[in-house]
């Protein structure tokens, strides 16, 4: 694994983690929301997580407020809204910052290992591909549906090992 898996982050509930806990998994970390125009999208990225996580993929889900203040809520009302709203059961975590100065040591690493290292989270559901050893594969843009045919396609690439996943 590489240095993301060594960053300290806390679940939804306040308990420590990092991702070495999915080490040999292919992630795909997505700052999300409650209140944007994108947030049914925690539909599709559930069904992503029930559709591959018995192949190796595991969605993380990163509650942030950066954008139009659209994610207000504590870590218990972002919790229970995303269980009572869409069935979520993939991993969430504590609120974070995910741009500008003081941004996450999470995401300041998945920007600098991207395709696109100088740009910042552009919005809400934004989505980084990380391989099983650790490495961002591919970003996606907020606007890139879960259900998009090339994100399927990078994920099912990621998760047989194959380099055609960028």
């Known amino acids: 694994m590489t240095a993301l898996a060594d960053i300290p982050v806390k679940t939804i509930k306040g ?8 080490a040999g998994k292919v992630l795909l970390v997505v700052n999300v929301a409650s209140k ?8 599709g990225l ?8 018995d192949d190796g993929l595991v969605v993380l ?4 407020n950066e954008f139009a203040g659209q994610e207000p809520g504590t870590n ?8 009572t709203n869409f ?16 941004k996450h040591p999470l995401y300041a690493e998945l920007i600098a ?18 391989s099983r050893d650790g490495h961002v594969v591919r970003r996606f843009s907020p606007r890139t549906e ?8 990078a994920i099912e690439a990621t998760l047989s090992g194959s380099a055609a996943a960028g």
């Open 61 to 64: 889900g990163f509650p942030a």
């Open 113 to 130: 290992e991207s395709d696109t290292p100088d740009a910042e989270v552009q919005w809400n559901f934004e989505k980084f591909l990380v």
């Open 146 to 153: 879960p259900s998009d045919p090339e994100l399927v396609a």
């Open 46 to 53: 559930e069904k992503l997580y029930r559709d591959y996580r």
């Open 36 to 43: 944007c125009g994108l947030t049914p999208q925690y539909e």
């Open 87 to 102: 069935g979520v059961d993939f991993p969430m975590f504590e609120k974070i910052v995910v741009k500008g100065p003081d």
């Open 76 to 83: 218990e009302e972002i919790a229970t809204f995303c269980t």
């Open 15 to 22: 308990a420590d983690a990092s991702l070495a806990d999915y």
